[in-house]
């Protein structure tokens, strides 16, 4: 495949996904139009001068002024402030926008490049989660692709390759159980942060590290695997497979079961996004199955992490009520990380602010349209806003 021409933005360039984006750009010399960052202008720094993009964002505006006076010996054009990757994205000439922006932030990006025609590769769970039905809506209009980055979902966008959708029986989440497979409630207790962020496969953010622990980024990836891949929740499994060897897997209704397979390396996911699904030669290590030796697999523990069946019934229930699932657990993660509630408080106050919610007709309704992005907006800060009320009482 002749990848010099082909041009590529990513949003989130000074993260885990944005640099391994960068070593693939690198690897297979595709031009780099265009990164985005939130205040980390060292590194970006770094990039405009190894890679000479046309453009370059920053959120933090007093951050921005700081890269200018660096690079005012480049010819990159800086964009600044809250709008201004969707400002960068209307100038873009790329074929694919990589967003691995972290949370709601990354869903307005997404959205601009849908409607500027860029197909795109998505490692920004916020998107799906909060506006799946909007995103996804756009997407079939606007005639563009959208890839995900995501390990499980790229699994299972491999293993559809086998057959026609009306062949398909339900597809199979994995889950690494993250650092509390198999303890109860009562041992959970007692969890330190430090103890939850403690993955034992995967090196991620503090916020997905947590997520992973509560089992609520494998709810967040039914919800976004239901939208992508036009599924009931009913019908995508999820196992805990402790190895990480087997990303996900697509059950036909002949009985027959295809799996993804291969090493705990996103830059398999990244390349496979930014090469329109191609496999690119040498990107990383097969798996020695001999060393693995053994692959297994259990049910999760739904009683005890409680928030895995509490995104699929806020993904069937509809209107806003997944968004005020990820607003409610962004500031219940939050409050954690900085010692202010337990592990189980995470779980406890996200269920009822969820519930809470679900009775509130106005919430869900929307008259059958997709809920529009002020609408998605407010629900989530009240969400916020509700969970932050329950917290002070604990």
């Not at 370059?56 to 890269?67: H, I, M, P, T």
């Not at 805990?240 to 079961?257: K, L, N, Q």
């Not at 928030?307 to 069937?316: I, N, Q, S």
Request: one cysteine or more; glycine letters at 6%; charged letters at 25%.
């Amino acid at each position: 495949m002749k990848t010099e021409n082909k041009k590529i933005a990513i949003l989130g360039s000074s993260g885990s996904i944005g640099k391994q984006a960068i070593d693939i750009a690198k690897r297979y010399f595709l031009n780099v139009e265009a990164l985005a960052v939130n205040s980390d202008v060292k590194t970006l720094e770094a990039q405009i001068r190894e890679l000479s993009p046309k453009y370059v964002s920053v959120v933090d505006e007093k951050a921005a002024r700081e890269l200018a006076v660096a690079v005012a010996d480049t010819p990159t054009k800086i964009f600044a402030g809250k709008d201004a990757s969707c400002e960068m994205i209307t100038h873009l000439e790329c074929d694919t926008v990589l967003n691995s922006v972290v949370g709601t932030a990354g869903l307005l990006p997404t959205l601009t490049a849908v409607e500027c025609k860029k197909n795109i590769a998505l490692a920004n769970k916020e998107t799906l989660v909060t506006a799946g039905e909007l995103v996804m809506g756009k997407i079939r209009e606007k005639g563009v692709s959208l890839l995900p980055v995501d390990s499980e979902h790229c699994a299972i966008h491999q293993c559809l390759r086998s057959g026609k959708k009306n062949e398909v029986a339900k597809l199979i989440l994995t889950a690494s159980g993250g650092p509390f497979f198999g303890k109860s409630r009562e041992e959970l207790a007692g969890v330190t942060v430090s103890d939850a962020l403690s993955h034992p496969t995967w090196s991620m953010g503090k916020k997905i590290t947590i997520d992973s622990a509560t089992l609520m980024n494998k709810g967040f990836e039914v919800i976004e695997a239901a939208h992508l891949f036009d599924m009931s929740t009913s019908d995508i499994d999820v196992v805990v497979h402790r190895e990480s060897v087997v990303h996900s897997m697509v059950a036909y209704r002949d009985g027959s079961v295809i799996a993804q397979m291969g090493v705990p390396d996103m830059r398999t996911c990244i390349s496979y996004a930014l090469f329109d699904t191609q496999h690119m030669q040498g990107v990383s290590q097969f798996p020695d199955f001999a060393k693995i030796a053994k692959l297994t697999f259990a049910s999760p523990d739904e009683k005890t992490f409680t928030l895995l069946p509490l995104a699929r019934y806020a993904f069937e229930s509809g209107g806003t009520l997944a968004a005020i699932l990820n607003a409610a657990n962004d500031r219940a993660v939050d409050l954690f990380l900085k010692n202010k509630i337990k592990f189980t408080d995470i779980m406890d106050l996200v269920n009822e602010t969820v519930h809470k919610y679900s009775k509130s007709k106005d919430r869900l309704a929307y008259h059958g349209k997709a809920p529009t992005i002020d609408e998605i907006s407010q629900s989530a800060l009240e969400a916020e806003n509700y969970l932050l009320e329950l917290a002070e009482v604990k």
